[in-house]
């Protein structure tokens, strides 16, 4: 629900890219990443620049 009001807002075309790269990144870096907020904000950062952490 967080990343839904922080960024998405109910869209679900958002979500789904957001989602995906958090997946990507989990696979990429499986004993060094995890799921947390930072991750989510390294993505939203990525995704729109005018999200800042």
């Given amino acids: 629900m967080w ?3 922080a960024a ?3 869209n679900i075309r958002n979500c ?3 989602i995906f790269h ?3 990144i989990l696979e990429q870096h499986p ?3 995890w ?3 930072d991750t ?3 993505v939203l950062a990525f995704l729109d ?3 800042r952490s």
Avoid: L, P, W
């Fill in 3 to 5: 990343v839904n009001d």
């Fill in 40 to 42: 989510v904000r390294m």
């Fill in 22 to 24: 958090i997946q990507d």
């Fill in 16 to 18: 789904v890219k957001v």
């Fill in 35 to 37: 799921f947390s907020r």
């Fill in 31 to 33: 004993e060094t990443a």
């Fill in 49 to 51: 620049s005018s999200i």
């Fill in 8 to 10: 998405c807002h109910g």
